[in-house]
């Protein structure tokens, strides 16, 4: 009899969380298919798993037609997904005013718009199975809008609200739809903060626990357990202390800072 293998498909895989969630669905055994602007990272990571199946698709999430097409390619190779995870994200420190329009745009089109076209081509085959789970990476930078991340903040609370959505919108459906909110994990993207980075994770033991936490079928995860504290308790400031704590808080630097 042959072994039902998870099907697993994920964004941003080239390096970060996602080059983690790659390696520990790698390790469970799963069918992975990869997407990530850089060929070259995703070609490495297959290169050094020459025994499991890896399907990799060089593409920018900003690129609809890309994505629906590294959709239709790995549901043709290897059926209909069990897992999607919009993980592909960037952060970028802004400033309105000062000529960062086009960030704002860039960091809106990744995380959030990025979101929803990695979805959009999995939908239809996964409502017509009545299965299937829909993962998407938020932040607890999207529980109240942090001075210099404005288009960050603004993009994960996009994506929090949307993913709620769905998820009340794809119940029906029988598909599940997974929010997880990162606090601070160990990443490129969080290499250069110049800020303290509280309860900082490890991209691996982040990666081990989220998968648990998709296995058994949660709503809403915050990893690590801390930060779903400080975002509670972030989220329950009144608004005049919250600008009085945070008005002089260390920034994200902006381009070329």
Excluded: C
Excluded at 29 to 41: D, F, K, P, Q
Excluded at 129 to 135: D, H, I, Q, S, Y
Aim: net charge positive.
């Amino acid at each position: 009899m042959n072994e039902v293998r998870l099907k697993v498909f994920i964004t941003g895989a080239s390096s970060g969380i996602g080059l983690a969630l790659a390696e520990e669905y790698v390790k469970r055994g799963a069918v992975v298919g990869l997407v990530a602007r850089r060929a070259e990272s995703l070609g490495a990571f297959a290169a050094r798993h020459p025994q499991s199946s890896i399907s990799i698709y060089p593409a920018d999430v900003r690129d609809a037609d890309a994505l629906a097409d590294a959709a239709r390619r790995f549901i043709a190779e290897h059926g209909a997904a069990d897992i999607v995870i919009a993980n592909a994200g960037m952060s970028r420190g802004v400033l309105t005013g000062h000529g960062d329009l086009d960030t704002f745009r860039a960091v809106m089109d990744t995380n959030y718009f990025g979101m929803v076209a990695t979805f959009e081509p999995f939908v239809a085959s996964m409502t017509a199975a009545r299965r299937g789970t829909l993962v998407g990476i938020a932040s607890v930078a999207g529980v109240r809008g942090l001075p210099g991340s404005g288009a960050y903040s603004a993009s994960k609370a996009a994506a929090a609200k949307y993913l709620e959505s769905l998820r009340v919108e794809m119940r029906p459906q029988g598909v599940s739809v997974v929010t997880i909110a990162p606090g601070y994990v160990r990443s490129e993207m969080t290499a250069h903060n110049p800020y303290p980075m509280p309860f900082l994770m490890d991209a691996d033991r982040f990666a081990a626990k989220t998968a648990d936490a998709i296995a058994r079928g949660v709503r809403y995860a915050t990893f690590p357990w801390q930060m779903r504290i400080a975002g509670m308790l972030l989220h329950a400031l009144p608004r005049w202390l919250y600008d009085a704590l945070f008005e002089r808080a260390p920034r994200k630097p902006r381009a070329g800072e």
